[in-house]
């Protein structure tokens, strides 16, 4: 049984900072490629950043609306992934998600290529 749980979210102001981690059991993370996508209210679940698979490199790569204000990070030792936002804006308000999987680097921004999710964590960036 996988579980992912997500912490971090809150409320924050415009231009403050919040860091989201994302807890990890029942899989090994430095076999899977791993993610945060958002959910934000009426829209469809987007990519946010990710890092790609051991064997496709394992670099990280991000949505071009946060690239330079967001860091996802991974620890494979503790099976737990974070992800550092700075700089928010209240476009950023939104459900995060971690998830974990083996996408091509192709599909590395598409959910649905994505194996195990989190239940979300909310964030509200007020301006």
């Known amino acids: 049984q996988v579980q992912l749980v997500e912490s971090g979210g809150g409320l924050v102001q415009a231009g403050g900072s919040l860091r989201l981690s994302c807890a990890g059991s029942?899989?090994?993370?430095?076999?899977?490629?791993v993610g945060w996508f958002r959910r934000a209210p009426g829209k469809e679940r987007e990519f946010v950043a990710a890092?790609?698979?051991?064997?496709?490199?394992?670099?990280?790569y991000y949505a071009e609306s946060v690239k330079g204000r967001f860091t996802i990070s991974r620890d494979n030792a503790e099976n737990t992934l974070a992800l550092q936002m700075n700089s928010l804006k209240p476009e950023d308000t939104a459900d995060y998600y971690c998830?974990?999987?083996?996408?091509?680097?192709?599909?590395?921004?598409?959910?649905?290529?994505?194996?195990?999710w989190g239940q979300g964590t909310q964030v509200t960036v007020s301006s």
């Open positions: 998830t974990i999987g083996r996408p091509v680097l192709s599909a590395l921004r598409q959910s649905n290529a994505w194996l195990y």
């Open positions: 029942g899989r090994t993370f430095s076999d899977y490629a």
């Open positions: 890092f790609s698979q051991k064997g496709q490199g394992g670099k990280a």
